[in-house]
């Protein structure tokens, strides 16, 4: 089973730039979440789909970020114009609806910006 | 907002020692997960554990959601076990909450 794949790995823009990150979630699973993480803290949550509508962004700084997941399978997290302080690691990760509903994590966007 | 606190925040082990890694959290939760993130970045689920005791190999998580609090114990460590261990509480709405993680370091 393949998993949560994220591109690019790594992106280094200069602040007030636009960027995108782009997340195909595992096959069949319904959930999808946008984490950031800055350097020596623990992910925090962006963003929730469940299919194609959102669940939660409370914490989603909305008026630079913006995040979509059309047709319930792949999305696009995007910043706008970007920060200093947007500098850190974004990670996607996908739940199935089972029993469990436990969370698999892509391997993130390494984002700098300078 | 739910507090997810983890002890210690460093541990430096000898290659072949055992270890134990505390999670406590200040309410309720309807789940909790163990990660490991390798030097690479990638999370990778170690535990799904709401309550209980679980073992995988070299790895085992115990859970009293009772007196909310969870363990990671890692015997005979490996060079290959460094990185930084994540507990995720589960929150409504299959949310989790992360603490700020537990970096060990394994010495050969």
């Known amino acids: 089973e393949a998993g949560v794949a994220q591109s690019p790995r790594y992106k280094i823009i200069e602040k007030r730039q636009s960027v995108a990150f782009w997340c195909n979630p595992i096959?069949?699973?319904?959930?999808l979440y946008w984490y950031q993480q800055i350097l020596g803290q623990g992910p925090k949550l962006l963003i929730q789909?469940?299919?194609?509508?959102?669940?939660?962004d409370s914490q989603l700084p909305k008026d630079r970020f913006s995040a979509e997941r059309l047709k319930g399978v792949d999305s696009t997290l995007k910043i706008q114009p970007a920060k200093l302080e947007d500098s850190a690691v974004y990670l996607c990760?996908?739940?199935?609806?089972?029993?469990?509903?436990?969370?698999?994590f892509g391997p993130g966007t390494r984002l700098t910006v300078t | 907002g739910i507090q997810v606190e983890q002890s210690p925040p460093d541990l430096i082990l000898q290659e072949g020692a055992n270890s134990t890694l505390r999670c406590n959290f200040s309410?309720?939760?309807?789940?909790l997960q163990w990660f490991h993130q390798n030097p690479w970045g990638q999370l990778i689920n170690l535990f799904y554990?709401?309550?209980g005791t679980k073992q995988n190999g070299r790895l085992s998580a115990t859970t009293v959601a009772t007196e909310r609090y969870s363990l990671l114990y890692i015997s005979s460590s490996q060079t290959t076990d460094s990185g930084v261990y994540f507990c995720?509480?589960?929150?409504?709405?299959?949310?989790?909450?992360f603490g700020a993680g537990t970096t060990v370091t394994v010495r050969a």
């Open positions: 990760a996908s739940s199935a609806r089972d029993s469990t509903y436990e969370q698999y």
């Open positions: 096959s069949g699973h319904a959930t």
């Open positions: 789909f469940q299919n194609n509508g959102v669940v939660d």
């Open positions: 309410d309720s939760v309807n789940n």
């Open positions: 554990i709401p309550s």
């Open positions: 995720a509480v589960e929150l409504d709405d299959y949310k989790l909450s």
